[in-house]
């Protein structure tokens, strides 16, 4: 790992994406890489007015080497349906 170059910042392409839908959404850290722990922590999102008696919609992404687009694709459900269901 020392020799590989970055080529995306988990900081910047996840973490400060997931401070701006804070004001909507309750986001919570359930977890972190084993890898490095500090740099890589996982959260989970959560509707602020969730009910027990509605149905209930489970959305991941994640992270495979560098193909980020499941967590991109769940980030930008957050930021622009998620509010609507």
Avoid: C, M, N
């Amino acid at each position: 790992l020392a020799t590989r170059e970055i080529k995306r910042s988990y900081e910047k392409e996840v973490l400060s994406k997931l401070e701006g839908v804070k004001e909507r959404f309750d986001v919570f850290q359930y977890g972190a890489l084993s890898l490095d722990s500090s740099r890589y922590p996982l959260f989970a999102v959560k509707s602020r007015d969730w009910a027990t008696d509605k149905p209930h919609v489970l959305v991941t992404g994640g992270v495979h080497g560098y193909e980020t687009s499941g967590v991109q694709g769940a980030i930008r459900f957050l930021e622009t349906e998620a509010e609507r269901l």
